[in-house]
């Protein structure tokens, strides 16, 4: 997008939206569940813009507090004899010197200010967000807030804050809704609504198996701002289609996979379900994988 590369930039870009707790239907099979303690999950998944912060404030790569153990190891390259097999040949394309930043971070395609970051590993999600608790801390509490389909300034004390990835019950709670709906907007998939496969042949159903051998040039992610009509109930955008989204959470119990939801750009509409479970070794990196996080008080369960 033009305005992007222009330097112009949404209003809201670092707006939060409420999530209240309560029950709500969860997963494929629509069970209920409850969430606790409320949360509050940025609008939108995180952008070029925003994980520049976090490069350019004293270059958070090199900051060793920022990281997890196993992060830091990953920064080091250590971590990749844990890779499964077949992950080996990729993350060599990935040495420790070109870990300092997202991998296409120097590519036009992936790098407007107002797409989502891409090419980043789930460890370094979890820095981004370490470095935002902090931030957080020296800023005002003071915070944009979503609530009810307006935006309002909310102050988040009690208590310190904290910045994290959502669990996958989080994510889907705000992605959803409390109905069990099957996509953000509603029931019914609509191409209009969402950065998918579908989106860029502009027809309802494709062979997606077929298209993903062979995709178009021109199909990539899009601004975070395009798709008003893709929100969700609570006011979540994008929770539908663009970039696969890290969560906090496991998917297995074994702990091998991280937890992805939402689907991609090119993915198609199965995997743009929300309650569609996808996983990836937490090394893992892609032109089809970034995050959103959630705010909540660091005394509260995660």
Known sequence: MILGRLGWLPDDLDSLVEIPSGPFLYGDLRKQSQIHRPYWMSKYPVTNFQFARFL?????????ELWSDDGWAWRMGTYDSK????????????P??????????DDAKWHNPIFPV?????????AYANWLTDELQVASSKQQVWR???????????????????TEEEWERAARGVDGREYPWGT??????????????????IQWEKWIIRVPEYAATTAVCTYPQGAS?????????NVWEWTASWYEAAKTNRVVRGGSWNGDQRYARCAYRNRNDPDYYSVNVGFRVVVSLASSDC
């Open 56 to 64: 350019d404030d004293d270059d958070g790569y090199l900051r060793r």
């Open 83 to 94: 890779a499964p097999d077949y992950l080996k040949d990729w993350l060599a394309r990935r």
């Open 96 to 105: 420790p010197k070109r870990r300092d930043r997202p991998f296409w971070w």
């Open 118 to 126: 891409v090419g980043v590993s789930w460890f370094e999600a979890e």
């Open 148 to 166: 009810g389909g307006q935006l309002v300034t909310h102050d988040l004390q009690p208590g310190p804050v904290r910045v994290r990835l959502p």
């Open 188 to 205: 019914r998939f609509d191409f209009c609504r969402l950065s998918c496969a579908e989106a860029w042949e502009g027809k309802e159903s």
């Open 233 to 241: 109930p609570e006011g979540l955008w994008d929770a539908a289609g």
